[in-house]
């Protein structure tokens, strides 16, 4: 079977990485792609924005699969153009995706159909969100804008100074566009946060697994926030009564909802949960994988990808098994000097062999020149994923092979899943 992978990033590379095990895989074809998709299959020179061009490519070259990666093709109705030109498509409509797309969207639906989450109020004037800031305790609010802002589109203001600022910012500097034209007030929530992702078709909700990332750049979650410097899972507080809770209370409500609303969600769903003293509540839905949880999440599927893809897009994946190892897993991340700020690119990278050694080295920012030297081309440049029986032992083979990896500037968290080890 021919596949069209679209995407660039770390979790393309892990996906590409995972479909390229399928015994059912003919060609695989990634789109841009980076300098480790190109070890498991051909990259493509077409940007994820180019929808044009990829379905033209699609339908030349008879892909037979198209799995769509990354949030914003998925919102901007990527999916929808290629099965509307007869393309065998995983990933959710755009009317679907408003999940992720919109968070006043998400929020009026889990309101609607009982989904616990945060109390938010909704606002596209600064002067009511910040009066209404001020109508709570200082520090107990999370200020969202209400679309896509590449992961960095959430502020949590400690005094009510913070508050108006971020509230300003966003709807009247608009410093993250039309994404932030309206803003979600939402409860500040307590607990320990979990990401948690299952295959949806329809009402069909596969296996659920867990994992846990880390966004902030500095040691003990301080500093900017990053697109992710890591994740471990399975996380030490996950319980079969949590899971089933978890299934229960917001997976299937979620599937269902969807479906109500004509809007039936097909590819992976990711909710974003904050384990509270009441229980779960949802934090966000993302319709899409998470980076960096992608790249533990494909080394702990055991079921074969792209037949997993395949049901899905072919609205069958209630005839399919999902499994998930439950065997700890640890992903590090490598991050250029400078980010998420600026930083520069094209520093020359060694190391990656010797680093293989010990676990999975998933590439992001990286691509090759013609004589094969490996270099930097972004902030988040690659990471490695190491397993064990327990979470210390993934922790110690992860860390072990990205000792062993070194560029220029090259910087790394010290603690990813360290508190999962702790007394």
């Not at 007869?86 to 006043?104: C, L, N, Q």
């Not at 998400?106 to 109020?121: F, H, N, V």
């Not at 210390?392 to 899943?417: H, L, N, V």
Request: glycine share 12%; with cysteine.
């Amino acid at each position: 079977m021919k596949v069209l992978l679209v995407g660039s990033g770390g979790r393309e590379h892990a996906m590409a990485w995972k479909l390229a095990k399928s015994p059912k895989l003919s060609e695989l074809f990634i789109a841009p792609g980076n300098a480790g998709t190109a070890e498991v299959g051909t990259n493509v020179n077409i940007g994820v924005d180019d929808h044009d061009d990829l379905i033209a490519y699609a339908s030349e070259e008879k892909i037979e699969l198209v799995v769509v990666a990354p949030d914003q093709p998925i919102v901007d109705g990527l999916c929808d153009r290629l099965r509307s030109a007869g393309i065998t498509t995983f990933g959710p409509s755009a009317a679907a995706a408003r999940i992720e797309g919109s968070k006043i969207w998400s929020d009026d639906l889990m309101t609607k159909y009982g989904i616990p989450t945060a109390e938010s109020e909704a606002f596209t004037s600064s002067g009511s969100a910040m009066e209404y800031g001020r109508s709570k305790p200082e520090g107990s609010l999370v200020v969202k804008a209400d679309g896509l802002a590449a992961g960095k589109g959430v502020i949590l203001p400690d005094t009510y100074a913070d508050l108006d600022s971020a509230i300003t910012g966003m709807l009247d500097d608009a410093v993250f566009g039309e994404s932030s034209s309206s803003i979600l007030l939402a409860e500040r929530m307590s607990g320990p946060e979990v990401s948690v992702f299952a295959f949806v078709d329809g009402e069909h909700v596969s296996a659920e697994i867990p994992s846990c990332d880390y966004k902030r750049i500095g040691e003990g979650d301080v500093g900017l926030n990053t697109g992710g410097m890591g994740a471990y899972g399975p996380p030490e507080f996950w319980t079969a009564e949590l899971a089933a809770k978890v299934r229960r209370e917001i997976l299937e409500p979620a599937a269902t909802a969807l479906v109500k609303e004509n809007s039936s969600f097909s590819g992976v769903i990711y909710a974003g949960l904050m384990i509270t003293e009441s229980g779960p509540r949802v934090i966000e839905f993302n319709c899409r994988f998470g980076d960096p949880e992608a790249q533990i999440l494909m080394p702990m599927l055991e079921s074969d990808m792209l037949e997993i893809c395949l049901a899905v897009a072919e609205n069958r994946l209630d005839n399919e098994t999902v499994q998930w190892s439950s065997d700890p897993h640890t992903f590090v991340v490598a991050v250029s000097d400078g980010y998420p700020g600026s930083y520069p690119t094209g520093v020359e990278i060694e190391g990656i062999c010797a680093a293989a050694d010990h676990g999975v080295v998933f590439h992001a920012g990286t691509k090759r020149y013609e004589n094969g030297v490996l270099i930097t081309s972004g902030g988040r440049v690659l990471g490695v994923v190491g397993t064990g029986k327990t979470i210390q032992e993934s922790r110690k083979t992860a860390y072990a092979g990205i000792d062993e990896i070194s560029f220029e500037g090259m910087r790394f968290r010290t603690d990813i899943a360290e508190r999962a080890i702790q007394d």
